[in-house]
């Protein structure tokens, strides 16, 4: 019998239950079985500078979570470094004339006495605040 060849198989009796015939595929599962070489080799070309983890598994007939699984065993033995990812860059700061010292925006303040509301900024004195909110509540 080759590797693609079917055998037939025919159940009878009780154990059979609701099948009548079942068929059996010999030969190769589909898996392919690549050699640790082969496997550093893919890892390898998946490092290189620009290159995509599901191109090169799809050249390679693999799956990206093949060769991500493949690089993490690798990086356990100590094959490879702890991370493949390069070191952050940074642009200059180049500042071409002193920043002025800006004024704090004004922040509006609404103060609810009963049926008044007194609008201001925080820019006022807390001494003068204190006085008004007095009079309004004397007036009331």
Same mark, same amino acid.
């Given at each position: 019998?080759?590797?693609?060849?079917?055998?037939?198989?025919?159940?009878?009796?009780?154990? !059979?239950?609701?099948?009548?015939?079942?068929?059996?595929?010999?030969?190769?599962?589909?898996?392919?079985?690549?050699?640790?070489?082969?496997?550093? &080799?893919?890892? !390898?070309?998946?490092?290189?500078?620009?290159?995509?983890?599901?191109?090169?598994?799809?050249?390679?007939?693999?799956?990206?979570?093949?060769?991500?699984?493949?690089?993490?065993?690798?990086?356990?033995?100590?094959?490879?470094?702890?991370?493949?990812?390069?070191?952050?860059?940074?642009?200059?700061?180049?500042?071409? &004339?002193?920043?002025?010292?800006?004024?704090?925006?004004?922040?509006?303040?609404?103060?609810?006495?009963?049926?008044?509301?007194?609008?201001?900024?925080?820019?006022?004195?807390?001494?003068?605040?204190? &006085?008004?909110?007095?009079?309004?509540?004397?007036?009331?």
């Amino acid at each position: 019998m080759g590797l693609d060849s079917k055998k037939d198989v025919h159940l009878d009796g009780p154990s !059979a239950g609701s099948v009548s015939r079942l068929e059996v595929l010999e030969g190769p599962s589909g898996r392919r079985v690549r050699s640790e070489a082969e496997r550093a &080799r893919i890892v !390898a070309e998946s490092l290189l500078p620009g290159a995509q983890v599901s191109e090169v598994a799809r050249e390679h007939g693999a799956t990206r979570w093949q060769i991500y699984d493949w690089r993490r065993r690798f990086r356990q033995r100590g094959m490879l470094p702890p991370c493949e990812a390069s070191p952050p860059t940074f642009a200059a700061l180049v500042v071409e &004339r002193a920043l002025e010292e800006l004024p704090a925006p004004a922040i509006k303040l609404e103060i609810a006495i009963g049926d008044v509301v007194l609008r201001t900024d925080t820019a006022i004195d807390g001494e003068q605040l204190s &006085r008004v909110i007095r009079a309004v509540r004397a007036s009331r």
